[in-house]
């Protein structure tokens, strides 16, 4: 059976966006700063440190990376969702549970959303969290020492696009499906694809931010089979409630560009999230199956360990009410941003021609005067003229997403006319509009979603890079533009390239984030079971065909560095305890044919890797970071003899 | 039985080291240009380019990333040794064979030395080549489209440093053993580490450039058991000769930061490889075991294939005269670099006191005038007083590595003080001094290894970051630094941090290798067995427990977008064409729950991953790379029902 296949259209754009194009054409102002002038602004001089952490999302690469602000230079690459050969993340035994899922282990993962903490609206430097859209997770970055330290799945869910946004004081973290899924009481569902509208739902999902700082699956809300996009949490008098933008309402199942772009409008839904929580605490809902994980970093041994879990509560609309309402937005809205007062609630509508801007006021009086025009599964559909608090006109073409400066404005990228444009939260006249290079997605300002934006800077994140460096062969990194928001107009500052795609990216003054931080883990404290503390521990143990090296590294040697007694077949695990106790003395330990791993060990850390070696021989091992003036001399020898040698296990050092 | 243990000795530095350290002080010179002067010399405005590419080994990360400058920028990040979650490099069945090793898949490499192809001396801009230092590997780069083609293993060897260094016309790159390794008649060798004397033997590899521009192993010849620790050629009237630091002539097995400092000289190799390689074509040497595999992207289908090789010619110089000398040289010396007119041999002695300079002048007359002081193992030793040019004095603590400018001068980074100095090649006069924030390795003149460096710019490569950058926890990228060395004195301009440990780097005018790049991939030349060329051809094939999924990719859909039929137990095979011909148009895949891989697709390429889907349900996949206005819509379905499900294999779009 082959169905028919669609033909190609012109990038499945609708018409009327086509057309827009060429009746509205492109921004035409230069608002590029002198380079003078952009020269002395991105400077910063050596010895000197950046204004601003910038945490940009990894994408594809499912990682995340962190750049100082204004001068765009990468300062560090946080693996979370994904395998880093540089750390040894998900590959050394006390990372690589980091990557298991109900599905199994995953190598690499899909990243997007980086989202700080928050602590009365404002971000406190704690924690970042970013979603993985693909296996949906949702993982805890500890801003102390800059590891990822929990990742926790979220079941009944595909494509965890819509997360992790926290509300005003990371009471929660939300997290939508993007994609809808077969949902039954008994859990995966073999069904076929064109059933979509019978058995494919989509579910808004709750995390508790416990007392002991670790992530819980509080409760999900079934939502009607549509595709799930963005979201933003309240704040001051919206506070309690959490917004997501939907898209394919028609619930289309296949080429969506065009069977998911034909309503004219689509929804936000406003969740009642403190009420969500009410009912779930008063054990209200369903408990369902769901398989998921939580992986945390154990705080006693510093060793990944998961949980595993089967079942989750979800509330269903259709017998719980008011937790959740739908405000009609034009058109396939994808971000959804709230002003830093909380009153006003923003919808990119990629295929609209405005920006539709709801009043959170007018939305709560719409809800108590009943002002619906219909339901959907229980869900109250409001008016949108009875919410709608204006439109912006002339926004450019495929409005994304919308940031703030604190001082009144609210800046937009347009995806399709490569710009960013700048309006009054007052009275939604654009006021000024600059060209980006090429095709923005994101766009960031530090604290530009939170209640007290610091401003200054913008950060466009554009999708398409061509020519904007020297080029890389076919494949590119994406581009950042830094752009002056200080003044009235705004100026063009920098490009500066990104690895990966960093979809969205938060920034936060630095002086919050540089106070108190780890700078090298105390050995006192260091509790992994294959930890020694000094050199007179150090041991080699057979244990049957499994042989533990219990090896330390300082400057400049390893003990033991000699190795006798191991034979083909044995699995080894090497276990090293870095003796430094000071900041910026890493040690690494690699040996000839590693099939699973190296190491790099921060000063006090204990590190593992598993070698299973296959070849009779006496083979090299050495430190792989440059740690001292005699890091040439780090280097030991491990003898391989056969199976069936007499050799018995001997080591030493000097 | 346990060894004794060596007492941690305070970093093993001899206590000349620390002496010097108190008598001669750290430089106090100020060469910072003034921050408008500075930020103006690196600023690179937008849409603009830089001037020069730098490539820099990742190091530790087994990669090599590639910046821009002066701007610093790291525009792009081409995988060699490790897997890399982004574009897919050894997670892919298209590119995984890159990291076979005749050890087995080895994931994560250490890689150091970039090295640029050249033309009568002068880099060319075809190809850059880097070394793993671990599982002894060299690696081909094609600057066409930055994509690593080629990746040949050493046998006989272990951790190779010095490497891989090009001849004047690329006719050969080398490489030397680091650690010595028991070398019998028979291949790997079961012996006792303290037969080190007796068993341990180094290895020189010469590795020629074949007209196809392929890599083969050529000959390899026998040294003693010393640690070979970097290399470079030579060039004008040396050009026919290659030189090797060598250290632990001692032979010490253990503790080698005190054992291998003992002697107040070790050598230099000089190796007159036209001679050898003539023996090597008359057929001399003998052919003995040695298992190595040759990686390469096959040029017909563009997939990764491994060759395998299991013998390898070994010239001994016991045996055959003419090919090897060495050159005493102070003290356990670790780079050595060749003036641009290819007339002195200059040595990073990093325990001595005095930079040594060799004249090959004086060296040829001296090899002619048989002026030795010795033979090791058929290697004649030469007087040092007799190839002496000169000692440069006070040219700072723990001297590494020199570079030149073209101009007369060279730049010598001295680790332990922390400083860059430059000297005259004329009268060996220290001219100026510059402190670097902390601890250079490496350094890097675009061009400054070659006969024509462009000079301009010197760029340290700092082993210690400390507090250069924002903090970011335990761990620190790199620290680089850009210095002027365009006026008489040297000027600090920039910071910037660099990913995983760039322990060399390699420049060239952006001009060169702009020229000519790919883009994107014809698909008319796609010979991908699993490519389809247009969405007609695509279809999903059942052959046993394999499925095989013939998919496209073009904006904004996939092709096709629901399957159905596929079972818990199938290992699924998805080949994906993008079919975009343009530039900057990748498209991305993955499908929730990957096991093994995610996808990224340059236009007009086929890749593809193994699913092995282990629970019953219908899962989205989608597009992981924002590819246009309707990306969110580039979605689709795949069903997977039970091992006895009757459900047959169904496919389509739209």
Redesign the interface.
């Known amino acids: 059976?082959?169905?028919?296949?669609?033909?190609?259209v012109l990038?499945?754009?609708p018409a009327v966006?086509i057309l827009s194009l060429i009746l509205y054409g492109c921004p035409s102002q230069q608002n590029?700063a002198s380079?003078?002038e952009?020269?002395?602004k991105?400077?910063?001089?050596?010895?000197e440190?950046?204004e601003f952490?910038g945490f940009m999302s990894?994408?594809?690469?499912?990682?995340m990376s962190?750049y100082?602000i204004p001068s765009?230079?990468?300062?560090?690459?946080i693996p979370v969702f994904?395998?880093?050969?540089?750390?040894?993340y998900g590959?050394n035994e006390e990372t690589k549970a980091m990557l298991e899922?109900?599905?199994?282990?995953?190598?690499?993962?899909?990243a997007h959303h980086p989202e700080l903490s928050q602590t009365n609206g404002v971000p406190d430097g704690r924690y970042i969290f970013i979603n993985e859209?693909?296996?949906?997770r949702v993982a805890k970055i500890d801003l102390?020492?800059?590891?990822t330290t929990e990742i926790l799945e979220i079941p009944n869910s595909?494509?965890n696009?819509a997360s992790p946004f926290v509300t005003q004081n990371t009471e929660y973290i939300s997290a939508a499906t993007?994609?809808s899924?077969?949902m039954g009481e008994d859990g995966?569902?073999?069904?076929?694809?064109?059933s979509y509208e019978e058995n494919?739902k989509g579910t808004l999902s709750f995390i508790k931010m416990q007392d002991d700082g670790s992530m819980k699956l509080d409760f999900q809300i079934l939502v009607p089979g549509f595709?799930y996009?963005l979201s933003h949490a309240g704040k001051g008098p919206s506070h309690g409630w959490s917004f997501f933008t939907s898209?394919?309402s028609e619930e289309a199942?296949?080429?969506?560009?065009?069977?998911?772009?034909k309503n004219d409008k689509d929804f936000i839904a406003a969740v009642n999230w403190k009420k969500a929580a009410e009912y779930a605490a008063q054990g209200k809902g369903k408990i369902m199956p769901g398989?998921y994980v939580r992986n945390y970093i154990d705080k006693e041994d510093h060793i990944a360990k998961t949980e595993r879990n089967s079942e989750v509560r979800v509330l269903d609309p259709r017998e719980l009410e008011g937790m959740i309402y739908y405000l009609p937005t034009p058109k396939?809205p994808?971000g959804v941003d709230v002003s830093p007062d909380g009153e006003l609630i923003i919808a990119g509508g990629?295929?609209s021609t405005v920006i539709p801007v709801h009043s959170f006021e007018k939305m709560t009086q719409a809800i108590e005067n009943e002002e619906y025009e219909g339901e959907i599964d229980g869900i109250p559909v409001l008016k949108y003229d009875s919410i709608l608090a204006g439109e912006v006109e002339n926004p450019g073409l495929?409005p994304l997403h919308t940031e703030f400066d604190g001082q009144g404005n609210a800046y937009t990228t347009a995806?399709?006319s490569s710009e960013v444009v700048k309006w009054s939260l007052d009275t939604f006249e654009v006021l000024d509009r600059i060209e980006t290079?090429y095709s923005p997605?994101h766009l960031m300002i530090p604290g530009g979603d939170s209640q007290k934006p610091w401003g200054k800077y913008l950060v466009a994140l554009n999708?398409?890079?061509?020519d904007?460096?020297?080029?890389?062969?076919?494949?590119?990194?994406h581009s950042a533009?830094l752009i002056d928001i200080s003044g009235d107009k705004m100026k063009?500052l920098?490009?500066?390239?990104t690895?990966?795609?960093p979809?969205y990216a938060q920034g936060i003054a630095?002086d919050i984030?540089?106070k108190d931080?780890?700078?090298?883990?105390k050995l006192e404290e260091n509790n992994n079971p294959y930890a020694v503390k000094s050199?007179?521990e150090?041991?080699v143990v057979r244990d049957g065909n499994e042989v533990h090296v219990y090896m330390t590294t300082?400057?400049?040697?390893f003990?033991?560095?000699?190795i006798?007694g191991i034979k083909v077949g044995d699995k080894v695990y090497f276990h090293l305890t870095n003796l430094e106790q000071d900041?910026?003395v890493?040690h690494?330990f690699?040996?000839?044919?590693?099939?699973?791993?190296?190491l790099?060990l921060?000063?006090g850390?204990t590190r593992t890797m598993v070698w299973e070696p296959?070849?009779?021989?006496?083979?090299?091992f050495?430190c792989?970071?440059?740690?001292?003036?005699?890091h040439?001399?780090?280097?030991?020898?491990i003898?391989?003899?056969?199976a069936d040698?007499d050799?018995?296990?001997?080591?030493?050092?000097?």
Chains 1, 2 share one sequence.
């Not at 994904?82 to 040894?88: K, V």
């Not at 003898?639 to 056969?642: A, I």
């Open positions: 059976m082959k169905l028919p296949i669609y033909k190609s990038w499945g754009l966006v590029l380079n003078e952009a020269a002395q991105v400077y910063v001089a050596p010895g440190y950046d952490y990894g994408g594809y690469s499912g990682q962190v100082g765009g230079r990468h300062i560090y690459t994904s395998q880093l050969a540089t750390n040894g590959y899922t109900s599905y199994g282990f995953v190598p690499w993962g899909d859209n693909n296996t949906p102390k020492s800059f590891q595909g494509g696009h993007r994609f899924v077969p995966d569902k073999d069904v076929a694809i064109d494919f595709d996009d898209y394919n199942n296949t080429l969506l560009e065009v069977n998911a772009s398989e396939s994808h990629k295929l495929g995806f399709i290079y997605g999708k398409i890079t061509k904007r460096y020297l080029p890389t062969g076919p494949e590119l990194f533009q063009l920098l490009d500066f390239p690895e990966g795609e979809h630095a984030v540089m931080q780890v700078k090298f883990y050199e007179e150090t041991k300082i400057r400049t040697h003990a033991p560095d000699n006798e900041w910026d890493p690494g690699t040996v000839k044919g590693a099939n699973t791993s190296e790099l921060m000063p850390e296959k070849r009779v021989g006496v083979t090299p050495y792989t970071d440059f740690c001292s003036a005699l040439q001399e780090m280097q030991g020898y003898r391989v003899s056969p040698s050799v018995e296990i001997a080591y030493g050092t000097g």
